[in-house]
């Protein structure tokens, strides 16, 4: 097998992994267990509690002790252990700490499996700006089918989500001991600073008031960007509480439905560089914002019959929400930041959105939905995303109020995607 073609299998593995549960565990949990949903938000934290404690933990081990394909393979076949043994938990706590072991174990693999190909393809010799993206395409053609495989298998309630991902799991974990080895690389001294070896140098940009801004607002943002991850197939699912729609299309294929969101998300990747080059990296921040606003907003008013198009714009509309956001940021810190803190600076982004945002996206979401929109175990869906909506359009009002950058075309002059 060509080194390419070894590439996308792990890259589709990777993915396939999260698709199989991520999107379809809130039917497991609401519909099956029937657990609270206050506990639910907590479930979700997990993810953004994880991506700030273990990359860097991970990342100093691949940099020192160990080879990164095989800490890869590691952590991979301990969090299928992991998501082997959801379906015998019996109760929220305990299911909150087993998921939380899993996603311990997931969350730093993704950063992993991009460290793996970069190292990998560089060794032979492959330009790695042409080469990578068609690869990392196949992550998210993964999601897609594992998301499809257990809706089409009747799966979106049943545990047996858990042992489709843990199977992946296993056979992402054993096959990543055959790819070739990826020694440490960056070795770090062994007199380095505890804020050298955990990559907090890059915490000295608070003290700047623009980027201090754009972190705060990284932090908001990002507690929006698993909301429809979270509740999505839920809400689509729980139409079938409604006499006219319980047959619908969209209540049986929901996990599907919700699939167009990230075949979007593959297409919109495609117009970031003109919509970069044309507005500037405020002005598609921005209208990430806008684009989560009507995310929200257009799922409250849509329906699976009359309203079947609002739903599928919605889901059309997420891939400009979660692209534009994450590109363009990862660009602002890039072009903004001193060469000697940018990996730092890119790592405190993402722990700033996925990590912090994630966390408190989680609980608070949670805690909102279960106290305030949900009578006798009945979720009030409409006012729901239309409290997700207006969240966002406060968001996306203040950005364009406070955040300064002037737009400057060369800024994408050197950068891929």
Known sequence: MSIKFRLTLMSFLQFFVWGAWLITVGNYWFGTKQWSGEQFGAIFSTLGLSSIVMPALTGILADKWINAEKLYGILHIIGGLALCYIPQVENPTTFYYVIFLAMLCYMPTISLSNSVAYNILKNNNYDVVKVFPPIRVWGTVGFIAAMWITNLTGNKASSNMFYLSAFAAFALGLYSFSLPKCPPQKLIANDATFVEKFGLSAFKLFGTYKMALFFLFSMFLGGALQLTNMYGDVYLSEFSKVPEYANSFVVK?????????????????????????????????????????????????????????????????????????????????????????????????????????????????????????????????????????????????????????????????????
Not at 285 to 314: D, K, T, Y
Not at 332 to 352: C, H, N
């Open 253 to 417: 294929y929901s996990t599907i439905i919700m699939s167009i969101s990230q075949i979007s998300e593959t297409l919109f990747i495609l117009a970031i560089p003109f919509f970069l080059k044309r507005f500037g990296i405020k002005q598609v921040m921005l209208l990430s914002m806008v684009a989560w606003v009507l995310r929200f907003g257009l799922l409250a008013f849509g329906n699976p019959i009359e309203g079947l198009w609002m739903i599928i714009l919605s889901c059309i509309v997420y891939g400009m929400a979660f692209d534009f956001f994450n590109i363009s940021g990862s660009l602002f810190v890039e072009t903004t930041t001193d060469s000697k803190i940018r990996s730092s600076a890119q790592g405190l982004f993402m722990m700033m959105s996925n990590g912090f945002g994630a966390f408190f996206g989680g609980l608070v979401s949670g805690y909102v939905i279960d106290n305030f929109f949900t009578i006798n175990g009945v979720r009030d869906w409409h006012n729901i995303w239309l409290t997700f909506s207006g969240y966002a359009l406060v968001i996306a009002i203040l950005f364009a109020i406070f955040f300064k950058h002037k737009h400057n075309p060369d800024e994408v002059a050197n950068v891929s995607h």
